[in-house]
């Protein structure tokens, strides 16, 4: 994004970084190991504009996996490659009232949306046709399978590759 007064908007920035700091309520998630060895400590912000501007405050510069935050980059990727009508032949676009990770789809058979762990896994099938969670991908391999059982995936997906991109996904640091 382009921003015509920077030093007003970091201002605004490190405002709020301070603001949101202070909100220690949350707790690291447990079940996949990388994330369990997350310092709850740690809070960084790091903003790049379009046109090379930088802006960092607080741990901006230790490495994290990102997880769940490869979603949103999945989808535009995908939107911006296939378009929305055959994005949304395969996924949904609507919430599910339940957990990212529950094993539900919606009443056409498709992940709810592309947020979901169903969601982002049919993603990156729909991504392949143009690693530290591996260890604990059961639930993500039982939604692959329930997908590919309801016959939602494009022609020839082959669930391992995309399971293994979406987990490289999710640990991009």
Partial sequence: MMIQDFPRFTRTLEDIYHRVRQDTSGEVA??????ANV???????????????????????????????????????ILS???EDV??????HEPSGSGFNERILNHDGLPHNPMIN????MSIALFLHTLSERSSADRNFSLAYMMREEGKF?????INVILELYFMACSIE
Avoid: M, W
């Fill in 118 to 121: 169903s969601g982002a896994i």
């Fill in 87 to 92: 994005v949304h032949k395969h996924i949904g």
């Fill in 39 to 77: 310092d709850p400590e740690k809070f960084g912000l790091s903003v790049c504009t379009i046109d090379g501007q930088r802006f960092h405050v607080g741990d901006y510069d230790t490495y994290f996996c990102i997880q769940s935050c490869s979603k949103p980059i999945t989808y535009c990727s």
């Fill in 30 to 35: 447990s079940y996949i190991p990388q994330l």
């Fill in 154 to 158: 494009p022609p020839n997906t082959d």
């Fill in 81 to 83: 490659e296939l378009g």
